[in-house]
């Protein structure tokens, strides 16, 4: 994910996920709580849920440096794969912010709500 230019997670995740090796992405859906919520992390799904039944992947930028906070943010996902992606599949993309923003998408506008 790209905020601006700036990447999150630092450098690429190489995951192998083929190979269910997703320990990263994993550590990082149960770290999300602590940093967030700023509680002890209880994750709803154990690993092995995770593993088999949740495609999520947690990006957590709210450690950002100060020019990245003012002005306006341009958000970018990317994804390489080794692989072509399967018809019909659908990625979602939840971002949690402290500002109040309302999405036109018939417009393509984004307007700030007080």
Known sequence: MYLNSQNYPNGNLKLNIDNAQLALLYDMYVRFQTSYYDKEPGPLLWCAEFRDHASLIVIDCSKQCETVKAGAIDVRLEFECQANIPAQT????????????????LR???TRRV
Do not use: F, M
């Not at 979602?92 to 109040?100: A, N």
């Open 90 to 105: 659908a990625a979602y993309c939840l971002i949690i912010h402290d500002k109040l923003v309302e999405y036109n998408a």
């Open 108 to 110: 393509s506008s984004v």
